[in-house]
């Protein structure tokens, strides 16, 4: 692995293509055992996720359901503030047992806002699964139940994340250069 120049910013090699498709197949194994006979339903935040959530998607080999969703944000109203929605969201999750798959859990915000709309649905469950969390730049409150890497405060860039646009085609993870 090289270097790699996105827009005006160069990145180093961080994780491997290897390690991190090691350490998806140890959480599909813990999730095979966890949602064992319960056919859970895996919702999987676009854009970042797509390819975390099908290699772990794949790796499955319980009886599992699996949508695609994307939060947008915007400005509300005064009393409101700024509100985040769920586009796509098409599968009832009432009694579900959910596990929400993120890339990754930075400050926690969006997070920490969509889950209680979410709970409002009254899942059985509702759990979260991440790549990647980073616990120093934690400012929101948020449960990660299953976390493949805990990472220091850099940004990263691959293996579906994106620098304004670009990178998310590359199999390995990157992280800013100093
Ligand atoms: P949070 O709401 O937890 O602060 O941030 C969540 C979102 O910010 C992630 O879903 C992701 O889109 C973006 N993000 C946070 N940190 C990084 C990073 O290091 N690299 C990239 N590419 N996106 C990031
Ligand atoms: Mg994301």
Redesign the pocket.
């Known amino acids: 692995m090289q270097t790699v120049s996105i827009h005006d910013k160069t990145f180093v090699p961080y994780l491997t293509e290897a390690e991190i498709l090691g350490k998806i197949k140890e959480l599909a194994r813990q999730l095979d055992k966890d949602y064992k006979g319960k056919r859970p339903l895996f919702i999987a935040i676009l854009n ?1 996720s797509f390819m975390f959530s099908s290699d772990l998607f794949k790796e499955l080999t319980i009886e599992a359901e699996i949508c695609f969703i994307k939060l947008a944000s915007y400005k509300g109203t005064k009393s409101t503030g700024h509100v985040i929605t769920a586009i796509g969201l098409d599968t009832d999750i009432t009694g579900r047992d959910v596990v929400i798959l ?10 920490n806002e969509f889950l209680p709309q979410l709970n409002n649905q009254h899942p059985a469950t509702l759990k979260i699964a991440v790549l990647l969390h ?1 616990p120093d730049a934690s400012v929101f409150p948020v449960k990660i139940d299953y976390c493949c890497f805990s990472i220091p405060n850099k ?3 691959g293996y579906g ?3 304004d646009g670009l990178g998310r085609n590359l199999r390995e993870l990157y992280q800013l250069k100093d």
């Open positions: 970042g993120e890339d990754i859990i930075d400050t926690g915000k969006t997070i980073k940004f990263v860039l994340l994106d620098y």
